[in-house]
C-alpha cells in the first residue's frame, strides 16, 4: 500500500569547513510516520531546511514522489517549495503571526489560491462574488481543522494569546491548510506535557491516515517516537547510523550507544 | 503614608546638599582680578535661589510619584477615549467624515485656518498612504518623501509641459511614484529594520539631490514656477473672464471670491484622503492584506506557507507610493511652484511620526496624530523657532502616555463570528 514517497539521494551540506550532513540518503514513504532523531547536532533540522528549501545543498538529490509526477525538490528554492512542490513545515521554535488571529493564520497559509480567486487583488477591491466564495471555502477549510484541534472558540483571539500546546497544533494545522504532500515537524511534541502529547499524537494519527499524507518527524519525545513512528532514521555527526522500524531500532547496539543510552 | 513623606523630605534635602556643593563654587564665587592679584567676591544669593529651586523641585517631583499611584487620570482619559474608538469607531468615522465635509461653511471657518486643513489632509493622506508600507508591511520607510516628490515632480513637468489637465496628470503621477517604489523596492527587498530604514533614507536624500542637480529637467533649486491651477471639470478659478470663457463664479452666478478655489481645494483633498483610506481599509482585508501582516510578523513562517515575499513587499512599496505621488501632485496644484526644498528629509521624518505616534496601522490613528502634531505646529507659528519644541513636546507626551501609539489595538480582518452570522 505504501508508496516511496521521498528519496533523498546523497545529501551533503557543507557550511565552509563544517559538514553538518555527510552523504545521507534515506527514503520516506506516503501514508506513514519517518521519525528522524538523534543527538544535539546531529543536523536532523539542516536535513529540513535543505527539504524545505531554506538552504541548497552542497551535493545530493531529493525527490518527492507524488501521484501526478516526481518532483525534484533541489530545483526549488524557499517559498515555492511549499507554493508548487507541496512541502510543507513547523519550527522548532512557533513561527505563528502572533498579533494576528487563529483564523487569519489559517488563511495567510490558503494565500496562493485566495490570490489567484481576488484576481491578484482586483476582483477583491471591486468586491465580486467570485471572491467572497472562495474566501467563504477557504474560512471553512480554516474551521474544519479548529474542529479538529478544538480550537474554534478562540478562532478570533491572537494566535499569540493561546497556550504554548495550543500554538504548537495550530502551527500544524495551519501548515497542513497549504494541502501538502510531506509535512516535516520539527519537534512538534517540546515543551508539551504528557496529556498535550497524547492529543499531538492522535493529530499525527488523524493526519496520516485520512489526509493521506507523508509525515517527517523530528523528535526528542521517545515517547511520541516509539508510539506513532512508522520508521525512524538515526543520524549522528550528519551521518545515518539506522534505519528502521521503531522496535528494531530500539534494540540497534549503534543507536543505544550514540543516542539513546541504557538503562542502568 | 508618613514614612513615605520622611523619605521624601530626606530625597530633597540631600538633593539641595548637592546643589549646595556644587552651585556654591560655580555661582557663589566670583573672581576678578584687581591690579596684580586676582579677588574673590561671593554671590550667596543666587546661589541661596538654586538650592532652594532643587529642594523644592526634587520635594514636589517626589510628591507627584506618590500621588501617581492614586490618580493616574492623563493614562485613565486616553484608555477610555481608545476604548470608545475601538468600539464606536464607525460612528466616530462618520462624525468625523460628515464633520469634514461641513467645515468650510462652518462660521469661524476663515481662509488660514482652511489652508491649515488642507495641510492636515495632505498629512493624512501621506500617513494613510505611508500606514501600507510602515503599519501593515513592517517596511521602515524613511524616504517616504522622494515619492511625494516625484508625484509632484511629475505633475509639475507634465502639466507644464503638454498642458494636459489634473485629472489626466493624477494617475500618471501616481503610477510614475508607484514605478519608483518598485524602483526602491528591489535592492532593499533583503532588509529590514535599520538596514532598510537608513537605505530609505538614502533614497529619499538620492531624489531630491537629483532634483536639485538635473538643471535642464527639474529647473534646479530654482523649482518649476507657473503649474497650471487645478480646474472644477474645465471651469478655471479665475477673476478675470475674457470673452466667450467661462470662469467657475460666471458660470454659477456667484460673486467672485478666493475662497472658491480653497475651498475646492480643500474637498479635492479630502476626496483624495477618503479613497486612500478606502482603499486601504479594502486591501487589508483581502489576500495580500493578510499576507503584508504575516511578513511584519515573520518572513520565514511566511515563507514556509508558500507566500512570495518579493512580491508582497513591491506591491506594498508600490501602493504606499502610489498615494504619496498622487498627494504629491495635488501638493503642486496647490502651490503652482515646486522646488527640492520642500522634500526634505523632515517632511519624510514627520510622515513617519504621524503614523508612528497615530498606532501602527490604525487609520484613526493617523488623523489624530495629523491633527495633533500640525496643529500644534502651526498653533506656535507665531512662536517661530520654537515651533519644533512643540512638535518634539507633543510626540514626548504621546510616547509617555501611550508608547505604543495612541490607537495599537488591531482588530482582526476577518472574524468567525462575523463568517457564521452569514
Known amino acids: ?264 | 503614608m508618613s514614612s513615605d513623606i520622611r523619605a521624601i523630605v530626606k530625597d530633597s534635602l540631600f538633593t539641595g546638599l548637592i546643589s549646595l556643593a556644587l552651585f556654591g563654587p560655580i555661582v557663589g564665587l566670583k573672581t576678578f582680578s584687581k591690579g596684580a592679584g586676582l579677588f574673590v567676591t561671593p554671590h550667596w544669593t543666587p546661589v541661596i535661589f538654586l538650592v532652594l529651586a532643587c529642594t523644592i523641585g526634587r520635594f514636589l517631583i517626589g510628591l507627584n510619584s506618590l500621588r501617581k499611584k492614586e490618580i493616574g487620570f492623563v493614562s485613565k482619559i486616553t484608555s477610555k477615549v481608545s476604548y470608545y474608538l475601538d468600539n464606536k469607531g464607525k460612528h466616530f468615522a462618520i462624525t468625523g467624515v460628515l464633520f469634514a465635509v461641513v467645515f468650510p461653511f462652518l462660521p469661524f471657518t476663515d481662509r488660514y485656518i482652511l489652508d491649515v486643513s488642507i495641510m492636515i489632509l495632505t498629512y493624512i493622506m501621506l500617513g494613510w498612504g505611508l500606514n501600507i508600507v510602515v503599519g501593515l508591511a513592517g517596511l521602515l520607510d524613511l524616504g517616504y518623501v522622494a515619492f511625494y516628490a516625484v508625484g509632484a515632480y511629475s505633475y509639475a513637468l507634465i502639466a507644464t509641459t503638454f498642458g494636459w489637465s489634473f485629472w489626466v496628470c493624477l494617475p500618471l503621477a501616481g503610477v510614475f511614484a508607484a514605478f519608483f517604489g518598485i524602483l526602491l523596492g528591489f535592492p532593499v527587498l533583503r532588509l529590514r529594520g535599520d538596514y532598510l530604514a537608513i537605505v530609505t533614507l538614502g533614497f529619499g536624500e538620492i531624489i531630491r539631490i537629483i532634483l536639485i542637480n538635473w538643471y535642464e529637467v527639474t529647473n534646479g533649486p530654482d523649482g518649476i514656477t507657473g503649474i497650471p491651477r487645478p480646474t472644477f471639470f474645465g471651469l478655471p478659478f479665475k477673476k478675470i473672464v475674457e470673452d466667450g470663457e467661462n470662469s467657475f463664479h460666471t458660470f454659477f452666478n456667484l460673486e467672485y471670491s478666493t475662497m472658491h478655489r480653497i475651498i475646492f481645494l480643500y474637498y479635492l483633498i479630502l476626496i483624495l484622503a477618503l479613497i486612500t483610506n478606502y482603499f486601504t481599509l479594502k486591501i487589508r482585508k483581502l489576500p495580500v492584506g493578510r499576507a503584508w501582516e504575516a511578513l511584519r510578523e515573520d518572513e520565514i513562517a511566511c515563507k514556509s506557507l508558500g507566500v512570495n515575499p518579493t512580491n508582497t513587499k513591491l506591491t506594498a512599496f508600490a501602493i504606499g507610493a502610489t498615494f504619496g505621488g498622487f498627494a504629491g501632485a495635488f501638493f503642486a496644484t496647490r502651490q503652482a511652484f515646486v522646488s527640492p526644498e520642500s522634500f526634505t528629509f523632515i517632511e519624510s521624518a514627520i510622515i513617519v511620526a504621524i503614523v508612528v505616534l497615530g498606532g501602527m496601522g490604525s487609520q484613526t490613528g493617523v488623523v489624530l496624530a495629523s491633527i495633533f502634531l500640525i496643529g500644534i505646529t502651526e498653533m506656535f507659528r507665531d512662536l517661530e523657532q520654537y515651533r519644533m519644541i512643540a512638535f518634539g513636546g507633543a510626540m514626548v507626551l504621546i510616547m509617555v502616555f501611550k508608547p505604543k501609539g495612541i490607537l495599537a489595538n488591531r482588530k482582526p480582518t476577518i472574524t468567525l463570528r462575523e463568517h457564521n452570522s452569514k
Open chain 1, 1 to 264: 500500500m505504501s508508496k516511496t514517497l521521498l528519496n533523498v539521494e546523497n545529501l551533503t551540506m557543507k557550511f565552509g569547513g563544517l559538514t553538518a550532513i555527510d552523504d545521507l540518503s534515506f527514503s520516506a514513504n506516503n501514508n506513514e510516520i519517518t521519525s528522524i532523531i538523534g543527538p544535539n547536532g546531529a543536523g536532523k533540522t539542516t536535513v529540513f531546511n535543505c527539504l524545505t528549501g531554506f538552504y541548497k545543498p552542497t551535493e545530493g538529490q531529493m525527490f518527492l514522489n507524488r501521484e501526478d509526477k516526481t518532483v525534484n525538490l533541489n530545483k526549488f528554492s524557499d517559498y515555492k517549495i511549499a507554493h508548487k512542490a507541496k512541502v510543507a513545515r513547523t519550527f522548532q521554535n512557533i513561527r505563528l503571526f502572533p498579533v494576528m488571529s487563529v483564523l487569519e493564520n489559517l488563511l495567510v497559509a490558503q494565500h496562493n489560491e485566495l490570490m489567484v480567486a481576488s484576481g491578484y487583488s482586483i476582483f477583491g477591491i471591486l468586491n465580486l462574488k467570485r471572491y467572497k466564495d472562495k474566501e467563504r471555502e477557504a474560512v471553512e477549510k480554516a474551521k474544519y481543522w479548529l474542529d479538529i484541534i478544538g480550537l474554534t472558540n478562540r478562532a478570533d483571539d491572537n494566535a499569540g494569546d493561546l497556550p504554548y500546546g495550543d500554538q504548537r497544533k495550530l502551527e500544524i494545522v495551519r501548515a497542513m491548510c497549504i494541502n501538502p504532500k510531506l509535512l516535516c515537524l520539527d519537534e512538534p511534541a517540546a515543551g508539551l506535557n504528557p496529556k498535550e502529547s497524547s492529543e499531538l499524537n492522535k493529530l499525527l494519527e488523524f493526519i496520516k491516515k485520512d489526509k493521506k499524507t507523508g509525515i517527517l518527524l523530528i523528535e526528542h519525545d521517545m515517547s511520541v517516537v516509539m508510539g506513532i513512528s512508522d520508521r525512524v532514521v538515526v543520524l549522528n555527526y550528519g551521518k545515518k547510523i539506522f534505519q528502521g522500524t521503531p522496535a528494531e531500532t530500539r534494540k540497534s547496539k549503534e543507536v543505544i550507544e550514540a543516542y539513546l543510552g541504557v538503562d542502568e
